[in-house]
């Protein structure tokens, strides 16, 4: 049976990635932090779903002996913050920043993947516009994680969507959301006018249709050493 490692499993493309890898008979391990925001709530669903909850700190050496004894064959991370929750955690006396949770925390599950010993396919959702030498700090960080990963030697797949957006996120993003809504009213134009692979590129998902992308991408041996934007996430 193949065996999958969820982190980010309790955001909101990740619940959608547990609940596919679990419609797919794939053993799934869903990550969850011990002070994960509405913890109770989201293990019961995953518990529900057959997957099974791992609370390994976020440590590399925890995480690596962890991976070393599952051996799986897809690691997925999923993480991210925002600037909101960065100022709410400032609030709390904590660091969250791009670069601490985004490109920290998948760097941590790297080294640990790689100390593991275990070669599993490594799909990192990064985000549409990545490029080196941007000076915007959500992109730089994604930037540094995409150039370490290819670097790695592990088996990858980076998926790069535009908005990940849709009336079914129970936390309120009403800028991005408002955003998502009318950059795909101009996409739609665009199409109609002839743009219809930049159309395809840049629409927004929603986290099921970017998770059923990711989990058909992790099993896809096509898609491996691939960077997929949301045309080829949506197959
Ligand atoms: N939203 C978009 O339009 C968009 C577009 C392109 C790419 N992306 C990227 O796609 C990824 C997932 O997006 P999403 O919308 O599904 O995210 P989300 O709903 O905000 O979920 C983020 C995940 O990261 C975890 N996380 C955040 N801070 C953490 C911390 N300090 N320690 C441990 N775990 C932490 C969360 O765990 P808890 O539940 O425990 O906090 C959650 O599982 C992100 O990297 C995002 O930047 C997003």
Redesign the pocket.
Known sequence: METAFV????????REVVRLLRARGVRTLAH??P?????AE?VARFEALGAEVDATP?DTAALAARLRALSPSVVLA?????RA?GRE?SRRG?V?TYE???YG?TRRLLDATLASGARPRFVY????GVREGTANA?LAA?ARLERELHESGLPFTIA??????GPD?E?P?RL?RAA?IASDAALAVAARLGARGTAARWR?MT?TELASGLVRAAFDRAAEGRVLDAAALRG
């Open positions: 982190a980010g499993a309790t955001g909101y493309t990740g969850v932090r002070d994960s925001p509405r913890r989201r976020w999923l993480l991210g913050t925002t929750r955690a904590a969250e601490t949770v985004d925390l959702l990064s985000a549409a959500y994604r790069r969507p535009s908005f990940v957006s996120r936390e993003r991005e998502a927004s986290a």
